[in-house]
């Protein structure tokens, strides 16, 4: 092991606090453990990404995307389109059935 030592100095940075944010020092000190493969290969079960704030799922999936021309599709985006376009929905407001639904969740 080296017994190389660094100073910071006052306005010292090392990186952003979230990998979304961080273009300068994501490329540099990623380390791939064989996540991307796995991810990438689209017979392979194993393919959600879990992990507790601050393990690195935002890095690794900014790699994957960038390594293997990934695309990314929204959750959120998918959803309010759904209902937003949705008949039943529009149907059982129109009816005033959702209106004690309402009441009741406020």
Known sequence: MSNIKFKFRRHSTVGAA???EDGKFL???FVDTG???T???CKEPNRIVLGRT?????ALL?????EKE????NPESLSFNYL???TILKFFLDAGIMDPYFRTIV
Not at 54 to 58: L, P
């Open 18 to 20: 979230a990998a979304e």
């Open 27 to 29: 490329g540099q000190c």
């Open 35 to 37: 996540d991307i493969a």
């Open 39 to 41: 991810l990438s290969n």
């Open 54 to 58: 601050g393990v690195g799922k935002s």
């Open 62 to 66: 900014i790699k994957l995307i960038e």
């Open 70 to 73: 990934a695309i990314v599709i």
């Open 84 to 86: 937003t376009n949705s």
